[in-house]
């Protein structure tokens, strides 16, 4: 059906006032060589050393940055 004259595409905005942030995801081999590891990097290491281990990363803090409205 044709929409009215009248209609506008309208842009959602984010609720909440609060600012979104986005992180890289990083795999074990660059928590290693980190110059400031977190907590969550060491975990994550420690869990890719046991064998059979199957990881996709996790987001690194040190990444962060601020989505772009």
């Known amino acids: 059906m044709a929409k009215g004259k009248g209609a506008k595409n309208k842009k959602k905005e984010l ?4 600012a979104q942030y986005t992180m890289r995801v990083v795999t074990s ?3 290693i060589v980190c110059p400031t590891p977190c907590a ?3 975990k994550y290491v ?6 059979g281990a199957v990881g996709n990363g996790v987001p690194c803090i040190l990444t962060r940055t601020k989505l772009s409205n």
């Open 15 to 18: 609720s909440g006032g609060r």
């Open 29 to 31: 081999d660059r928590c």
């Open 40 to 42: 969550r990097g060491l």
């Open 46 to 51: 420690s869990r890719m050393n046991e064998p």
